[in-house]
T-cell receptor
Framework: KAGVTQTPRYLIKTRGQQVTLSCSPISGHRSVSWYQQTPGQGLQFLFEYFSETQRNKGNFPGRFSGRQFSNSRSEMNVSTLELGDSALYLC?????????????FGPGTRLTVL | DQQVKQNSPSLSVQEGRISILNCDYTNSMFDYFLWYKKYPAEGPTFLISISSIKDKNEDGRFTVFLNKSAKHLSLHIVPSQPGDSAVYFC??????????FGAGTRLTVKP
């Protein structure tokens, strides 16, 4: 099986712009979670989608949003980018209906905001 | 490419006994290793870390051991408690670059 893929791998934006990141889960996985990883804050949970519905949400401002399509692919959008949004954004897919089972992480998208 | 592997998807132990979670890696450039703990419906939280200059780091009931020659690290929880039941992820990075995660091991501690 192919692993979790994320596109693009690297992205450079300027403040005020918006960005959309994409994640394709492992075939058959219906749960997709998004995380932000920064050196100072470590790994922080953004949100989880299951069957096109947001099931859980972390403590991030409304500028961060996401969605999931019927094929389980997920997109994350960040509007009005700020310098502090520079980070590695990871997505992880899971086969468990309850979302509590093991997660397979993608390689991440490195976002740099100038 | 799966540079960090947790070959046991699940582990079940009795309360009070030792839990040993294992993690193997392939990239010899990794110099920093972490363990995260994840409860259902929550994001992972940082648990304990170890730098490659050490072979052991201890924090209360949690101890991480690093065997660089075998490219293997393990997390020991002693004594195990029911509240430790969660999914544990190991992660590794090289020179403060992007982190690579294992798929996780689900630990169940039975009362």
């Amino acid at each position: 099986k192919a692993g979790v893929t994320q596109t693009p791998r690297y992205l450079i934006k300027t403040r005020g712009q918006q960005v959309t990141l994409s994640c394709s889960p492992i075939s058959g996985h219906r749960s997709v979670s998004w995380y932000q990883q920064t050196p100072g804050q470590g790994l922080q949970f953004l949100f989880e989608y299951f069957s096109e519905t947001q099931r859980n949400k972390g403590n991030f401002p409304g500028r961060f949003s996401g969605r999931q399509f019927s094929n389980s692919r997920s997109e994350m959008n960040v509007s009005t980018l700020e310098l502090g949004d520079s980070a590695l954004y990871l997505c992880a897919s899971s086969s468990s209906d309850s979302g509590e089972w093991t997660q397979y992480f993608g390689p991440g998208t490195r976002l740099t905001v100038l | 490419d799966q540079q960090v592997k947790q070959n046991s998807p699940s582990l079940s132990v009795q309360e009070g006994r030792i839990s040993i979670l294992n993690c193997d890696y392939t990239n010899s450039m990794f110099d920093y290793f972490l363990w995260y703990k994840k409860y259902p419906a929550e994001g992972p939280t940082f648990l304990i870390s170890i730098s490659s200059i050490k072979d052991k780091n201890e924090d209360g009931r949690f101890t991480v051991f690093l065997n660089k020659s075998a490219k293997h690290l393990s997390l020991h929880i002693v004594p195990s408690q029911p509240g430790d039941s969660a999914v544990y992820f190991c992660a590794a990075s090289a020179f403060n670059n992007d982190m690579r995660f294992g798929a996780g091991t689900r630990l169940t501690v039975k009362p």
